[in-house]
């Protein structure tokens, strides 16, 4: 897996979010996505989905702290 290009998506579970991610994804990139559901569009090596609610402060920090952990 690729680590040193990476970016992170919100709403990467379907429509422009969806389309985002497989772009970078067909470049090499690791994607980070994030979504309020889980991940049932998008199966690849370099794609990693987080459950995040960014109408909810507890949930968008806690997510911080995992990908920062995770990926640095």
């Known amino acids: 897996m690729n ?3 990476k970016v992170l ?3 990467s ?3 422009i979010g969806l389309a985002a991610a497989k772009k970078f994804l067909a470049e090499g990139w690791l994607v980070l996505g994030a979504s309020t ?7 690849h090596p370099n794609y990693v989905h ?5 109408s909810d402060p507890e ?3 806690s ?8 990926y640095p």
Do not use: C, M, P
């Open 50 to 54: 987080f459950v995040t609610d960014l």
């Open 13 to 15: 579970s379907r429509g």
């Open 9 to 11: 998506i919100t709403g």
């Open 37 to 43: 559901s889980e991940n049932r569009n998008l199966k």
């Open 3 to 5: 680590t040193e290009n």
């Open 59 to 61: 949930s968008i920090s």
């Open 63 to 70: 997510a911080v702290q995992n990908i920062t952990k995770k």
